[in-house]
């Protein structure tokens, strides 16, 4: 991203006409490789929770691009509540990580209840911005643009995190602010490590990380 971009006051929303896109890439905080796996946990509402996120060798088609399919699944518990398949690709020009979308499995005692949150970049839908390739403090960003369905955003407001978790200590980690103009008293932070990706989800830690098979 272009400095005088990321001084802006409000949000942007993300440009991809002078992008060329890939299905697999890196940046500094966000690695878009098959295999690469990234294992968080914590405490929900009391209950040990699970976050496993993986770079799978699926891709999706949407509109003239070809996206990665980066599965998340959740558990609390020790029972699956999500699992979505989220569509990402990478822009060649600036490093950043688009996001193109997911599809999204809610479960309740073992069944699917609900698609909630599920979106594609398609007609009024455009993509966001999953990490930028040079995320400067001050800059503000789309991370979904789906018109009632989900508008979130985030702000980088540092760039010089230390953090302690069960897979070792980080730092000069990247932490930002999340919103969503869907409930704009709604925030949540979340750090990323260089050359990792995500170490703090909300309550979870990162305790593994790395390519699996």
């Not at 991809?16 to 697999?24: G, K, L, Q, W």
């Not at 600036?94 to 699917?112: A, L």
């Not at 302690?164 to 949540?188: D, V, W, Y």
Request: aromatic residues 10%; contains cysteine.
């Amino acid at each position: 991203m272009q400095i005088a971009e990321a001084q802006k006051n409000d949000f942007t929303k993300p440009q991809t006409s002078s992008c060329t896109f890939s299905s697999t890439g890196r940046n500094q905080y966000f690695i878009l490789e098959v295999g690469y796996q990234l294992v968080l946990e914590g405490k929900e509402d009391g209950k040990s929770a699970r976050l496993i996120i993986l770079v799978t060798n699926q891709t999706k088609k949407i509109g003239n691009v070809e996206t990665r399919v980066v599965t998340e699944t959740e558990t609390v518990g020790g029972k699956t509540v999500e699992i979505s398949r989220n569509y990402f690709a990478f822009c060649k020009e600036t490093s950043s990580v688009y996001y193109f979308g997911e599809d999204v499995d809610m479960y309740k005692n073992g069944k699917v209840i609900n698609h909630d949150g599920s979106w594609i970049a398609v007609g009024k839908n455009q993509p966001g911005i999953a990490m930028p390739g040079n995320p400067l403090v001050g800059f503000k960003y789309y991370q979904e643009v789906a018109p009632d369905v989900a508008l979130d955003r985030a702000e980088v407001i540092s760039v010089s995190e230390e953090l302690q978790t069960p897979a070792g200590k980080f730092i000069n980690c990247l932490k930002t602010e999340e919103t969503t103009e869907m409930n704009p008293k709604e925030k949540e932070y979340k750090i990323y490590a260089p050359g990792i990706g995500l170490l703090k989800d909300d309550e979870l830690l990162l305790v593994k990380y790395g390519f699996v098979k």
